[in-house]
Structure formats: C-alpha cells, structure tokens
C-alpha cells in the first residue's frame, strides 16, 4: 500500500460512552462477581455468629443481583451457582461438605438457586435495557453533532474528520472515511486509532468500484478488518466509509447499514461547492 494512504492522526479522538459502558472486560466481571460472592460469604459468617436465622441463604442473592445490574447475565449466574456451593458446604449441615443431612435443607437450596436464577435474569434485562438506552442516546447525539456541521456549512476539511467521529461513536468501534483522488482513495478522517492495511485498501476499492458494502473477515475479503460502504456526493466525488465492527466489545450489530446510511446522507446533502480534502 502506498505510503500516502497512512491514516491522518491529527483528529482528536473522542472517547465513547456507550465504549466505556461496555469497556468493563468480561474477565474483570466474572472477577469482581467472585469477589461479591466472597463479601457475601463474609456478611454470612458475620450474621450466622451473631443470630441463628433461617435465611440465612437470602445473603447469597445479593451478589446475584449486584453481578446481573453491572456485569450481564454470565457473570450473575456465576455468583448464582457459586453461592448455593457456598452456602451448602459452609453452612449446611454437615459443614465443610457438600452432603445435606437435612431435606429441608435441600428445599433451601433448591429455593436459593431459585430466587438466584430470577434475580440474575431480571438484573440482566434492566441491564441490558439501560446499556442499549445509553448507546441509543449516544448514537442520537453523534448524528446531531454530525448534523450540526453540515447545517452550519462546516469546511469539509472539519466535515469529514468530524464524521469518521460520529461513526466511531455510534459504533464503539474504530472508524474511517477514505476520499477518491485520480482512481485512488485516500483517508481523510479517522477515529479510534483506526489503522488501514492492505487488505482493508483493496476492499475498500472494490466497494467503490462496485458500489456495494464489503463485510470484513468473510470471503473475498478475509483478510480485511474493517467493513466498507461506498458514498456518492452531491459535489461528485466518491468517498469509502469504513468501520472496524470486529472491534466492538459487544460485537457485530445485526444492522449496521441503517446507521451508516444515515451518516452518509449527511455526507451527501452536504453543499454542492464543498470539496473533501485531498
């Protein structure tokens, strides 16, 4: 690839709050459940030498819930089945063995992992429903950013930067806006940390030749990290944005395409004497 074609860095990133609202690894959430679960154990201890309580396991659902509001599902049944593990070799009778002397006991353990299972699913959801709600609102707030810089005659040398931002944020996810010049593109804004390899050139070519999407890591296009979708402006020239959706913490999106549909026709209603940097 020819050395022109290195992605400009001069763009300020912008961090991403929905990327940081999923920035948490899934390492991190499994560890930070574990250790709820050994607060709990803790707590239980605590209040089992203080006053004899039949609920005792109850405990045991508080790191259930705390695991399903921040960390997700995964990370809340983890805590779920090792509490009842917990609470039945600790404190079940015989103590310090997984054996229940007791069949009420068996009723207790069963209705633990009962109420455990229910508390992590409906944390999970209020999660999930909060996660998607935040990224809704962050994707709003790109696109009227983006919006606002085309209403206001933005220079496109501000314009395509500013709209490889807005990508970047709608999508937690590295992203880039290559421009046609004499039959080759050129990045002329990026966000991310977005890097452009060879592969990712030559499919970002085909996309603009053919005018159709490439998605990254599926054949022909294999090698390439980054999906492409060719734009035509009112002005003439012919742009490649690029989004590095392999990257996204939660994943690929199921429809990308809406999204970066809307991005590009902010690109395209921008004014006709507008030039994209060269």
């Known amino acids: 690839m020819p050395s022109d074609l290195a992605v400009p860095s001069s763009t300020p990133d912008l961090e991403a709050p929905n990327a940081r609202l999923a920035g948490t690894s899934a390492v991190t959430g499994y560890a930070l459940s574990l250790a709820l679960v050994g607060a709990a154990t803790i707590a239980a201890f605590v209040v089992d030498h ?9 405990v045991f659902v508080l790191p259930v819930i705390g695991a399903a509001l921040s960390f997700g ?3 809340a049944l983890m805590s779920a089945l090792l509490g009842v593990a917990v609470f039945d070799f600790l404190f079940v009778e015989p103590r310090l063995s997984f054996e229940v002397a007791n069949p009420t006991d068996l009723w207790a353990l069963a209705l633990l992992l009962l109420v455990a299972a229910i508390a992590s699913t409906v944390g999970a959801q209020s999660r999930r429903r909060a996660v998607e709600a935040r990224r809704a609102a962050e994707q709003a707030e790109a696109l009227h950013d983006l919006a606002h810089g085309v ?3 933005a220079p496109s040398q501000d314009l395509i930067p500013m709209a490889a931002r807005s990508l970047g944020r709608i999508f937690a996810a590295p992203a880039l806006i290559l421009v046609e010049k004499a039959g080759t593109l050129r990045p002329a804004g ?3 940390g977005a890097t ?15 005018g159709k999407p490439t998605r990254a890591e599926t054949y022909p296009f294999d090698q390439a990290a980054f999906d492409f979708w060719p734009v035509a402006t009112t002005s003439g020239r012919r742009l490649v944005l690029g989004v ?16 970066v549909d809307l991005v590009a026709g902010y690109l395209a209603a921008a004014r006709d004497g507008r030039r994209t940097p060269a």
């Open 190 to 192: 990026s966000s991310g």
């Open 196 to 210: 452009l390899t060879p592969a990712d050139h030559e499919a970002a070519q085909w996309a603009l030749a053919n």
């Open 151 to 153: 209403i206001r005659a």
């Open 73 to 75: 599902w995964g990370p």
């Open 50 to 58: 203080i006053v004899q309580t039949p609920n005792l396991s109850l």
């Open 244 to 259: 590095k959706l392999a990257a996204r913490a939660e994943g690929r999106p199921d429809t990308p395409d809406r999204l």
